[in-house]
């Protein structure tokens, strides 16, 4: 797919190490957030997400982290594999209007490349 | 669940011709997104609906841009006529509104080439 953007920051790691991967949001208002990871050709496929009354949340293999005060979350790969190599994006949810959905703001998203 | 069902893959088109994009929504799902991604812009939102009505559409660039949802299970993303800088994958996506979780689940994307 069309990820990688003029200044897509790159996180390059060895596999079975572990990964962390930053976002900064933007609306202090925001209270659902959710990671992404976009392989090349492919859709965004959804990995983890967090409400805003967490500050942990713990999947197979990943971690999420959220602080509020910073308007910082992060996404934690343990064990990385050779998979795991693709464009991690973080998105953010928009204003909510009685019984519709709201948009999700995206990052401009992390390139995760796994070295054997 | 087939997820997020999206037609034609790729699609090269001459400018001036007119382009639709279709997608199928997962079964269930209230809301359907319909999003660009170029290498400059990254992932963009064009229009958003939700029980089939449209609710933000501020980010179609123009009037050359339409999209409909005429029932929960299909919508169109339509181009008339098409330029070159239209070129980008096209993503489609739908989610079930309930409390404040939104996830999205994207389609497999349609790659438009616009010579």
């Given amino acids: 797919g069309e990820n990688v953007g003029l ?30 990871k976009q392989e090349s050709g492919k859709g965004p496929q959804f990995i983890i997400d967090i409400r805003s009354n967490m ?7 990943v971690t999420v982290l959220l602080n509020k005060t ?3 979350l992060s996404l934690q790969i343990a064990a990385t594999q050779p ?14 209007y009685t019984g519709t959905a709201s948009k999700l703001t995206f990052g401009t998203g992390t390139r995760l490349q796994v070295t054997l | ?3 997020v069902i999206q037609s034609p893959r790729h699609e090269v088109t001459e400018m001036g011709q007119e382009v639709t994009l ?5 079964s269930g799902h209230n809301s359907l997104f319909w999003y660009r991604q170029t290498m400059m812009r990254g992932l963009e939102l064009l229009i958003y609906f939700n029980n089939n009505v449209p609710i933000d559409d501020s980010g179609m660039p123009e009037d050359r841009f339409s999209a409909k949802m005429p029932n929960a ?3 169109t993303l339509k181009i008339q006529p098409s330029e070159p800088r239209d070129s980008a994958v096209y993503f489609c996506a739908s989610s079930l509104a309930r409390g404040n979780r939104d996830t999205q689940y994207f389609g497999p994307g349609t790659r438009l080439t616009v010579l």
Avoid at chain 1, 22 to 30: E, Q
Avoid at chain 2, 22 to 26: A, F, T
């Fill in chain 1, 83 to 96: 998979g795991d190599s693709a464009v991690y994006f973080c998105a953010e949810n928009g204003p909510r």
């Fill in chain 2, 73 to 75: 299970s299909f919508s």
């Fill in chain 2, 22 to 26: 279709r997608c199928k929504p997962i």
């Fill in chain 1, 7 to 36: 200044h897509l920051p790159t996180l390059s790691v060895q596999e079975g190490d572990n990964s962390i991967i930053n976002c900064a949001y933007s609306n202090s208002a925001s209270d659902y957030f959710i990671w992404y």
């Fill in chain 2, 1 to 3: 669940d087939a997820g």
């Fill in chain 1, 70 to 72: 910073v308007k910082h």
């Fill in chain 1, 55 to 61: 500050d942990k949340r713990q999947g197979q293999r």
